[in-house]
């Protein structure tokens, strides 16, 4: 919605006060209006999402309002485990329930993070559900931060992600992140069996435009294609940056995992845990360890299996770092999305 502005300074009488007064209480009268068409909208969608028994995801949740989508009703199985009975259309209906994860460890990342959630909520139209990998310090942080806030419609789940360690802790890896940067790997474990898909984002994200937009793209996968990403912006997995450069396989210029659409009941059904673990040791035979953690072993099983990569357009994924080439995914400002 809008934002709320208040009147501009006007002399201290009588007269002034009266007229300021009224400007606000017009402001406000709106923005009730607007709160009320939304309430609407969403009360004419049936009922209210389902929960698992527990009536909680992952280690920890809450919502700040229970508009978060109907029962199931007749839609595909893929529907119901997403927890939405919307229309079957080529574009998001606002009932849909939108869920979004992120791996967060430490003040830095969970300050990232604050950014990159007010974007998304600045544009949305739809409910969300945000799931959080987090660590003891970001799960401190994030679940008093969203608290304060009791946004409406927007539930958040946390996830312990030192009961992830072990999964990813026989990796070396040189890239800073550390562990958690290979944590985007277990995410068809650490999620709830039931959902079907999610968006997954980099804590450096920012986002320009409705995610909704970019959730509708599961819709266009082939019935192959598991995961979507952009081409990597970079000449990394070129392999020629440097002298005696040798990067992990890849297809082409590779792909970023920043920005991650994962099917992950497709994911679940071709044993993605068993082949993203074999991946990963038949290439640590030769180059030891992972230099940008989870992409590296991403771009490898693609490079194994490039019928279920679906490429998003560039501009989901905008990358602003040294040896890019971003300047070619757009023209304007206006064209970036991510």
């Given at each position: 919605g809008r934002s709320l502005l208040l009147a501009p300074c006007l002399a201290d009488t009588p007269a002034a006060r009266v007229l300021e007064r009224a400007v606000l209480e017009s402001r406000v009268r709106e923005v009730e209006e607007?709160?009320?068409?939304?309430?609407?909208?969403?009360?004419?969608s049936q009922g209210t999402a389902a929960q698992p028994p527990d009536g909680n995801y992952?280690?920890?949740?809450?919502?700040?309002?229970?508009?978060?989508?109907?029962?199931?009703?007749?839609?595909?199985?893929e529907e119901k485990n997403n927890h939405t009975e919307c229309p079957r259309s080529p574009t998001v209906q606002k009932c849909e329930l939108i869920h979004?994860?992120?791996?967060?460890?430490?003040?830095?990342?969970?300050?990232?993070?604050?950014?990159?959630?007010?974007?998304?909520?600045?544009?949305?139209?739809?409910?969300?559900?945000f799931h959080f990998i987090t660590d003891t310090v970001a799960n401190r942080i994030l679940s008093s931060l969203f608290q304060s806030w009791m946004v409406p419609s927007v539930q958040v789940s946390f996830y312990d992600a030192d009961e992830l360690k072990s999964e990813v802790s026989w990796i070396p890896n040189k890239h800073y992140s550390g562990i958690y940067g290979l944590m985007k790997l277990t995410l068809t474990k650490?999620?709830?069996s039931d959902l079907s898909k999610v968006i997954v984002l980099d804590t450096d994200i920012t986002f320009a435009t409705d995610i909704a937009e970019l959730w509708g793209i599961f819709r266009k996968f082939t019935d192959k294609q598991v995961i979507g990403l952009v081409e990597n912006q970079s000449d990394w997995y070129l392999g020629n940056l440097w002298k005696n450069h040798k990067p992990w396989p890849a297809l082409g210029r590779g792909f970023n995992t920043g920005v991650i659409l994962l099917y992950l009941e497709r994911l679940r059904r071709?044993?993605?845990?068993?082949?993203?673990r074999l991946t990963a040791e038949r290439e640590l035979m030769s180059m030891l360890s992972t230099s940008l953690a989870d992409q590296d072993i991403f771009n490898a099983f693609i490079k194994q299996n490039p019928v279920l990569v679906h490429?998003?357009?560039?501009?989901?994924?905008?990358?602003?770092?040294?040896?890019?080439?971003?300047?070619?995914?757009?023209?304007?400002?206006?064209?970036l999305k991510v």
């Open positions: 607007e709160n009320r068409q939304i309430r609407l909208q969403l009360s004419q992952g280690n920890q949740q809450w919502g700040a309002s229970a508009d978060t989508g109907p029962e199931d009703g007749d839609n595909t199985a979004v994860a992120c791996v967060c460890a430490g003040h830095n990342a969970s300050r990232d993070v604050v950014t990159l959630v007010k974007s998304v909520l600045f544009h949305r139209r739809n409910p969300l559900h650490a999620l709830p071709i044993s993605w845990e068993q082949m993203w490429q998003l357009p560039c501009f989901w994924n905008v990358q602003l770092s040294d040896h890019t080439r971003s300047e070619q995914c757009y023209t304007e400002v206006s064209d």
